[in-house]
């Protein structure tokens, strides 16, 4: 069964009618909805007849759809009798008139989804259709009703509750608010069973926490009623040692799509009817953005005051915009044995990344403290979920017609774009969300998900699953053969999730001996005592204007000079080009959109110079663009008798939040790895004891590892590395402790001079280069890494990024995250090989003994210490490595890693390529 393609009408201005029809045969919403859309709009229509001669009756208005190209075909129209005879119809608001002065019509009414008959609880084709047989997307109250449905039925293996609800839109009709409940759900064997229940692994699925990312929970609504009515095995198994928990994470958002809602454009949204993108609204360690709402259910002064329940003191503002965020807190903080968490969103396109992204992709852990044990399970279930996907799918060229089903609309304007044009070049690929879209996050569910328990996370893995998808102007039609594929990859994915969910992985570091020193340096140490919250006070502009096709304007603004951090926000009809002018006319951030991008321009700039600041917009559209741009400034007036210790926002007046306490070194990481070297000593050494000769006590260590510049200041010490590193010892210098290459004597860093060495900034801390144009002998591949390289080895092309920024209050729109490079003229002229660069230095490098894998190692950036001037409200991490970042280290030190799974060693080190190829 197929509804004609939904076209793009949409509400006139809210609340303003375009028609007054009143019919008795109508719901009164049903009534509202036809005399307040468009002309154009299909209205999704339930017919209830008095008898059966109804069906000849409307099949007898002969009414026509319009399907392009100035064509027109019948109306399909859908038929049942049970319970009572019924039609389903799709319709214009005129259209709707004829129906309605049908004799046998008992009642009309607005039904909305896939269903045809889901408001009779007909569920004769299945609660949740197949996609063939679908109308269009399920629908919010579709999904709920039909859950309940699926409860009742099969209450010993489905439970289905409330916790807590929405913003709620402004429900035209009504004339008030109207909150949305907000459900969760569970779904294991013998499920009345408390005990057993409280010990089985959860793996818990938030589905569409941006609601405009339909297709998760399409595939997942279904899986949750296959696997209760049908033959399914696997998940059958599963269920005796998993419980299956799932929120429906944005119904404000899902019910956008309905016409009797203000203020909308009759579509799915992103954020929630308060404006908020709840997925930048979780509470986080790390940098916190001024302008998010983080969900922290324990309150104002952090604290859990009350178990189970969201806590009386959470600030009102909090409360107003995002009390969905707090219920989704709240309620998963009462599970035990969380295994798995999965986001499941999707990723719009336009013609340039349909061409260079994956069709599938996995973004891994962000923000977290992950040791050498939970980086590899975490890795681990993002490898497995990949493989279910290319099981699911094969090769990509199967998929071609269906991907140009779903891209078809944004074809339309290309009349030599053809379906070999549109398919990704892989599957499946998975990294960080920086190594696969290019930026991270603050505030996001699955860097909760993995926060430390110590402060407000989970302390469990996650993923985020993105499926590309069409995301264009007007209404996103409903693709049958593209949603199919969607739907499929989908369930492929959580079936992986749950499967990794029932297995054991145990990840060892095999050292061969080989004992190591890290040089501890209480310049590294963060604490919240280091604080000192200056008088803090918002500010905010806005202005609006309409710009004609092509045509530009300079919205200005004044920046204070006690101004701690501004955010601009540039808000926008149609496609427009947006720069972020300095005062002193420096471009600092530029943002581009598309037709097929809705998104709006975010910029934070820390500590920015005082002066007239300006945002450039160009209207690239054809049409007029109403383009709003705002800024907020942060102002920190510091207190006269505070004069000591690092200023920084006070959350509790930025947010209400009192300040998380907090004691934070990298160094912890080589502490909380130290089970793991079980064959070889890891100890702890300070500046003084290498002064002192620690090093060269009858061999004492073949590795030592330093991330600071510390020893700089002292000769002996310095001394003492050389000697170690020239008497066969290895030195792996990170971070800062790359400008000690400068001052050692040793035969193998002589050629290396102190003005070689640069410490420098950047957004993210990357392996990532372009060729270098003017040198024809740049031999590094485009990604600056070179992958032949030791200290590459089990390196995959598309990671990039060493450490996630956010975690450790690094606020990722700003240049702050910082890098130590070195020359690569003068790295190489010194006899060293270089292994990844980063703006043409050496970023990763080795300066070896000859025939050995000894001798002085630098990695530019993987272990640095935490920056407190940012809003950091939930505390910090003592690191936050990627694997990649945990693997160039292991790498430099001379560390296999091995991952057994369920008692059999896995292989992900000797061809990590594989990984990324087209199945």
């Known amino acids: 069964m197929q509804l004609s393609a939904v076209t793009a009408g949409a509400l006139a201005l809210p609340g303003h009618a375009v028609a007054d029809h009143e019919s008795e045969k109508a719901t009164e919403l049903y009534d509202f909805i036809r005399n307040h859309v468009e002309g154009d709009y299909v209205i999704q229509t339930l017919v209830l007849f008095e008898s059966e001669a109804g069906f000849d009756a409307l099949e007898d208005l002969g009414l026509e759809q319009d399907i392009g190209d100035d064509e027109t075909e019948p109306v399909d129209i859908e038929q049942t009798t049970d319970p009572q005879p019924a039609a389903h119809i799709g319709v214009t608001p005129f259209q709707a008139s004829d129906v309605l002065e049908l004799d046998e019509i008992e009642q009309v009414e607005f039904s909305p989804g896939a269903n045809p008959f889901w408001k009779l609880d007909n569920y004769e084709d299945g609660v949740f259709p197949s996609v063939e047989e679908s109308i269009e997307y399920i629908s919010f109250d579709e999904a709920v009703e039909g859950l309940r449905y699926l409860e009742d039925q099969h209450s010993d293996r489905l439970n289905i509750f409330r916790v807590g609800e929405t913003p709620g839109y402004h429900n035209l009709l009504e004339g008030e608010t109207d909150p949305q409940d907000m459900w969760f759900g569970e779904l294991t064997n013998n499920i009345e069973d408390s005990d057993s229940f409280k010990e089985k692994r959860k793996c818990v699925f938030s589905i569409s926490i941006h609601s405009d990312e339909p297709y998760g929970r399409e595939g997942f609504l279904r899986l949750v009623e296959q696997t209760l009515v049908r033959d399914e095995p696997d998940m059958d198994k599963w269920l005796d040692d998993i419980v299956v928990v799932f929120v429906l994470t944005n119904p404000d958002g899902w019910v956008r799509r309905e016409p009797q809602y203000i203020g909308v454009e009759n579509e799915f949204g992103r954020e929630n009817a308060a404006g908020v993108d709840q997925n930048r609204g979780f509470p986080t360690e ?126 339309q304007d290309d009349d030599e774009l053809e379906a070999e044009d549109v398919a990704p070049e892989l599957i499946f690929r998975d990294g960080s969300s920086v190594d696969t879209l290019g930026y991270t996050t603050t505030g996001g569910f699955r860097s909760f998900v993995g926060g430390l328990q110590e402060f407000s996370g ?154 007239e600041w300006s945002v450039d917009i160009e209207n690239r559209s054809d049409d007029e663009n109403e383009v709003t741009v705002s800024s907020q400034q942060l102002l920190l007036e510091e207190n006269e008798e505070d004069v000591d ?82 008497t066969g010892g290895n030195l792996v210098l990170t971070d800062r402790g790359v400008q000690l290459l400068g001052h050692l004597e040793s035969d193998l860093a002589a050629g290396v001079a102190d003005d070689d060495i640069e410490s420098i900034e950047r957004q993210f801390a990357l392996l990532d280069d372009d060729p270098d144009e003017d040198d024809p002998d740049d031999e590094l591949p485009s990604d600056g890494k070179n992958l032949d390289h030791r200290l590459m080895e089990g390196i995959r092309p598309v990671q990039r990024e060493m450490w996630n920024v956010a975690g450790l209050g690094y606020a990722s729109p700003n240049i702050e995250a910082p890098m130590t490079l070195v020359d690569a003229d003068a790295f190489e002229g010194a006899g060293g090989t270089v292994a990844a660069t980063t703006d043409h230095q050496v970023s990763v490098g080795a300066l070896e003994h000859d025939g050995e894998e000894t001798g002085i190692h630098v990695i530019s950036s993987v272990l640095p210490p935490a920056l407190q001037n940012n809003l950091h409200p939930f505390g910090m991490v003592n690191y936050g490595l990627e694997l990649l970042g945990h693997q160039v280290l292991m790498n430099a030190l001379g560390y296999d890693q091995q991952r057994i799974v369920d008692g059999e060693e896995i292989d992900v080190w000797d061809n990590p390529e594989e990984r990324d190829a087209e199945p």
Not at 303 to 316: A, F, G, K, Y
Not at 350 to 360: A, D, G, K, N
Request: aromatic share 8%.
């Open 458 to 611: 989970l302390g469990v893995k996650g993923n985020t699953v993105e499926f590309l998808q069409y995301s264009g102007e007007g209404r996103m039609d409903y693709r049958h053969d593209f949603t199919n594929l969607a739907v499929d990859t989908y369930q492929a994915v959580v079936r992986g999730y749950i499967d990794h969910g029932t297995s054991n992985v145990e990840a060892t570091i095999e050292t061969d001996g080989r004992s190591t020193a890290y040089v501890a340096s209480e310049t590294l140490t963060r604490s919240s005592d280091d604080l000192v919250f200056a008088d803090t006070e918002q500010t905010f502009t806005s202005s609006s204007s309409t710009l004609e096709s092509d045509e530009t304007d300079v919205v200005s603004f004044d920046v204070s000079g006690d101004a701690g951090q501004i955010s601009v926000t540039v808000e926008h009809d149609g496609p427009v080009t947006a720069t972020l002018i300095d005062p002193d006319g420096e471009a600092v951030e530029t943002y581009e959109s598309t037709e097929e991008m809705e998104r709006e321009a975010e910029w934070n700039v820390t500590n920015p110079a005082a002066g």
């Open 645 to 726: 210790g690092v200023l920084a926002p006070d959350p509790e007046e930025v947010l209400g939040f009192t300040q998380a306490e907090y004691e934070v070194t990298p160094m912890q990481y080589f502490e909380d790895n130290a089970e793991f070297f079980a064959d070889a000593d890891l100890d702890i050494v300070s500046v003084d004891d290498v002064t002192d000769g620690a090093l060269d006590d009858g061999d004492a260590y073949d590795n030592v590892v330093i991330n600071h510049d510390e020893p700089a200041d002292d000769q002996q010490c310095l001394d003492q590395l050389d000697e170690f590193v020239d």
């Open 286 to 411: 790390g940098w916190i953005d001024p302008d998010h709402y983080p969900g922290e259910a324990w309150g104002a002064n952090l604290e859990d005051d009350q178990p189970t329940e969201i806590d009386d003191d959470v600030p009102e503002d909090i409360l107003d915009h995002v009390p969905d965020t707090l219920a989704v807190t709240n309620h998963l903080r009462t599970y035990n044995n969380i295994e798995t968490v999965a986001d499941l969103h999707g990723m719009g396109w336009s013609e340039e990344p349909v061409e260079s992204r994956p069709l599938y992709y996995t973004l891994t852990q962000n923000s977290n403290q992950f040791d050498h044990q939970e980086l590899h399970d975490a890795d681990e279930m993002t490898r497995v979920v990949g493989e279910y996907v290319r099981e699911e799918l094969g090769p990509i060229e199967d998929h071609r017609d269906a991907l140009f089903d779903g891209v078809e609309r944004f074809a």
